[in-house]
């Protein structure tokens, strides 16, 4: 479906649920309404704070929903550690602007010399694992600790080696879904952001119609029509997945 086909699908489906309370909306509110609704769906594929749901690596039909949005750098391609703290031994990488979901890393590090890819364990803030000779990060083991705090990512390297490359596998945010170019030729600021001409959903096809019913959804109970419980059902596509 293109934008505008979602606009149309989106309008027929909250007419329908009620045509005499029904607020027309303008362009750029049902653009918000059919990002808010992709957000919630990725958020739902990649991050899930239920445990009924499915969640990213658990089926293969929720790695291919959104397949299209995970980066996997290469080595040579990845994020360079640029601030030291002497304090902690530690370095810090600064997340891409994109960057959205953690899947997973490594770590290129050098040492007296040598250099090598080591394998990378996330710890919690809490974890006392710089302090185990079993557990903290080790060249000599290959193995690295990183956590993520404000700025980035804490690489905590303790004094054996320097990291020279962070390489991420992560999920990106989603590209705006936008139709401005129905609405004024100069366009229209969507949180902060100038968009001009059109922009389609990327997410697969197959998934239009789903993003479409989770914001009808939404702007149903955002317009508190009376209707919006018999719709509810939709919403529970992730869990039947």
Avoid at 112 to 135: E, K, P
């Amino acid at each position: 479906m293109t934008v505008s086909s979602m606009h149309y699908d989106f309008k027929q489906k909250l007419n329908r649920l009620d045509s005499e309370k029904y607020r027309d909306l303008v362009v750029p509110e049902i653009d918000w309404k059919l990002n808010e609704a992709q957000e919630v769906f990725v958020k739902t594929i990649a991050q899930p704070r239920i445990d009924s749901q499915i969640g990213f690596e658990s089926g293969q039909r929720t790695i291919d929903d959104i397949r299209i949005l995970v980066v996997e750098q290469k080595a040579g391609n990845g994020i360079k550690p640029a601030v030291y703290d002497a304090a902690e031994n530690s370095y810090i990488a600064t997340l891409p602007l994109d960057y959205q979901y953690y899947i997973n890393s490594s770590l290129v590090a050098t040492s007296d010399g040598c250099t090598a890819r080591l394998n990378v364990r996330q710890v919690q803030h809490d974890d006392r694992v710089q302090a185990s000779l079993f557990d903290e990060s080790s060249f000599l083991w290959r193995e690295a600790n990183i956590m993520f705090m404000e700025g980035g990512i804490k690489i905590l390297t303790g004094s054996e080696f320097v990291p020279t490359e962070l390489v991420l596998q992560y999920i990106r945010k989603p590209r705006l879904i936008y139709n401005a170019a129905e609405w004024d030729a100069g366009g229209y600021y969507l949180d902060g952001v100038l968009l001009t001409g059109t922009q389609d959903c990327e997410l697969p096809d197959v998934l239009h119609r789903e993003i479409v019913d989770l914001a009808v959804f939404i702007a149903n109970i955002d317009l508190n029509l009376p209707t919006y419980a018999t719709k509810k059902y939709k919403t529970e596509m992730v869990d039947k997945k």
